[in-house]
């Protein structure tokens, strides 16, 4: 479904990412791990089209999308839950939702897509009228989660939803995820959990200091001690 | 007390003008954080538009709009992409600069066109008056109001219950977001900062009828809509249309128990009060 080719990009000249190449399969849950700064937010910001690519092409269904715009993205299904969550906060739970439906491919659905949300992840209907920047972290989570959903993706990709949250919530985390992974989406895990992603992964890639270190099937890669070094920089 | 009256009605009409004036400039602001130092100057350019169609084509102020304000759209929108986002990214100070050399030049292209002399631009019911009990006001002041209330409340809704409204605000809120959510987030600034021109093109046509205007005037017409917005609360529009007759009262009272001089000085005085006891504005914000 997505092919990424020998990207590579970064900030004024200091490239945070080298010669990535990725592929993630139809349906497939893919992991992507990496300790802090290993260039994992700047890669899915250049699948989502708000960082250039300075080379390298990204395929998303056999098109070459590395040139289109953030909007054109989303358009096609690429949909990106930020890391912070990054949700509105001055505005209601259901303005954030209908803000993740405003997209010219998702808007004639928007009322299915935010009730089969709001089915999802019922905490979402308790608040459906507070202003989003009074929830609570784990919401907050589920609300990026949920404005990311009703964007009908073809390809969800999230960044970090686990940090910063208690235990409890990073369980829940993890169980929606399989939950749309069950039911036939295609899911992008950045994350820097390396346990849990494993475990819910079906495919893996570990970044260190942007290039791709370990690749391969999760559990391979748990045993893999290139997985490991990544993570302690040695 | 008729006297009183007469200075609160005053104050209350053309403090809703100020705040129109004021929703433009907060508008642009809310979603590029953006202070546009040439405010009045185009305010006094959509005023100048108005004087040169009547006086090429014996318009009247109201149809003239027809013509000034996508004028003033298309302006802002130019002005917005050719000048401004090259360098949004910059420093601050950079855009400041920028609109404060735009402010000179719009300043001295009026003066090059028009002179330095005080023009009026009359229309139909600029003599004509409202008796209101004891207190009698210009009609066009009374147009303006209504108009200002009107679009003060149309926006109100437009931004708070429409997908326009609510990319608007979220290029405000969080612009990465917004980007994400698919909102081509330079083309809303773009069309927003149009929509700051556009409610000035309005202000103008309201404000012109019986108003002299002078090329000089431009600057006080930022220092004014400045005040207004920050005692707002920069991006609170209930706020800043209260704002608006907080100082368009004061003016009318100061002018009419003080002088005409101290008049004029009473805005700043009440605002520098206000924002030493309320530093958020009137309301906070939005």
Known sequence: MLEVHGLTAGYGGNPVLEDVRIEIGRGKLVGLLGANNAGKSTFINCLSGVVPASSGRILFEGEDITRL????????GIIQVPEGRLVFPDMSVRENLLLGGVNATARPRRAERIDYVLDLLPRLKE???????????????????????????????????SLGLAPRFVQYVFEIIDKLHADGLTVLLVEQNLNLTL???????????????????????????????????? | MDELLQALAQGFLVGSTYGLLALGMGLIYSVSGLVN???????????YLCFALFSAFALDPYVSLVITLPAMMLIGAGVYQFLIRPIAGHHLLMVIQLTLGLALLVQNGILMVFGGQFERTPSIVESKLVLLG???????HVIACLASFGIAAAL??????????????????????????????????????????????????LIVPGTPM???????????????????????????????????????????????????????????????????GLLKAA
């Open chain 2, 214 to 280: 002078h090329p000089s005037l431009g600057l006080r017409y930022t220092v004014i809509t400045l005040i207004v917005m920050v005692l707002g609360g920069m991006t609170n529009f209930v706020g800043i249309m209260l704002a608006g007759l907080v100082i368009g009262i004061s003016e009318a009272l100061g002018t009419i128990y003080l002088s005409d001089m101290l008049g004029m000085l009473m805005p700043y005085l009440i605002f520098v009060v206000i924002m030493l006891l309320r530093p958020q």
């Open chain 1, 69 to 76: 715009s953030p909007k054109s993205r989303v358009e096609r």
């Open chain 2, 134 to 140: 004891p207190v009698v006001v210009r009609m066009p």
């Open chain 2, 37 to 47: 130092f040439a405010h009045g100057d185009f305010f006094s350019l959509g005023m």
């Open chain 1, 199 to 234: 475990r819910h992964s079906d495919y893996c890639y570990v970044l260190e200091r942007g290039r791709v270190v370990v690749e391969g099937v999760s559990a391979h890669v748990k045993d893999d001690p290139r997985t490991k070094s990544a993570y302690l920089g040695l």
């Open chain 1, 127 to 161: 608040r459906i009228g507070q202003a989003a920047g009074t929830l609570s972290g784990g919401e907050q989570q589920m609300l990026a989660i949920g404005r990311g959903l009703v964007a009908e993706p073809r390809l969800l990709m999230l960044d970090e939803p």
């Open chain 2, 156 to 205: 109100y809704v437009l931004l708070r219950s429409t997908d326009w409204g609510r990319a608007i605000r979220s290029v405000h809120q969080n612009a990465k977001a917004a980007a994400l959510m698919g909102i081509d987030v330079g083309r809303v600034r773009m069309l927003t900062f149009a929509a700051g021109l556009g409610l000035l093109a309005i202000a103008a046509a």
